[in-house]
């Protein structure tokens, strides 16, 4: 029997998140799915995580250039009335109906449909599927398990509704949640690793990291509590302006467990791109980095088969 050494965690990022789709295509291609026990997927990771398993790499990712392309899903144009209609409906206690910037409710037909994840498949690969989700309830992160196929959208919407730009929390066995990469969990990695204390964890980081002065990075947080404030009130505010893949000591984590890899988004720029192009340029970039990161024999409990590796090509 084939020991299951591997641990995949897919990060939250948006429309970055099809750079993880890539690299989940390498290693579907390199034979490395047998050795997998467990996938962690955050926000858009999840659907990385879903389609993973389900063995249909490529479908899942040609929902961002071919289903999330212009405005289908992130309306831009919406955005000053939305949040000053949020705003309005927070203070004065109104009731104004709120027209999301991100459009949760326009991929859902289309994740039950045309992109429907085989969860025949998925059950059948014998890997645990966790995605992460914020509760409100609790104000912590809960890691819910895939298990059954009626959970698959309510799941996804909980990890992935893109809030506060989508204005619902969604309620799953009476919990509410929310996006669980907009309130990330600055402990998600050293979580995974407390439940997978023998295994060597593979992470795979969409979002690139946030660089630019000081006042700026300060503005920036500024403005993502301004926005979750109406929403979610104070607390949750706060813990948006902690939601920083930086504050992660990655050198001293690595120090400490030595199995564990990070492979990183290096091109900055394209979160909340809507641009095809894009899209397919960050799928070919984690894909180039899945092939150099197997190809590096970093790795120490698999052996890959490199011989086969090939580019992929869209």
Known sequence: MTERSLVIYFSAGAM??????????VIADAGLKPYVHSVYGNSAGSLTGLYFLSGQEELGAKLYWEDLDGDKYIRWSRLPGYVLTALCNKLFRTSFKLQPVFDIDYIEPIIRGKRKPDFGALKASGIDLYMIAYNLGTSSHDYLKLEKEEDVVPYLRATGGGHPAYPHA???HGNMYVDGGTIDDQRRIARIIER?????????????KWVGTRMRNFLNKVAMASVMFPFFGVKEAYRTTQSDFSNIDVVSMQQDYPFLHFIANDLVGYQMSTNPKHHKMLYQRGAQLG???LLSGALRTVAVDTSNLQSVDI
Do not use: M, Q, T, Y
Request: glycine letters at 6%; one cysteine or more.
């Open 291 to 293: 092939r150099e990161f």
């Open 16 to 25: 970055s998140g099809v750079f993880s789709a890539g690299f989940s295509k």
């Open 170 to 172: 969604s309620a799953i």
């Open 196 to 208: 997978h204390p023998d295994k060597e964890i593979i992470c795979v980081l969409n979002n690139p």
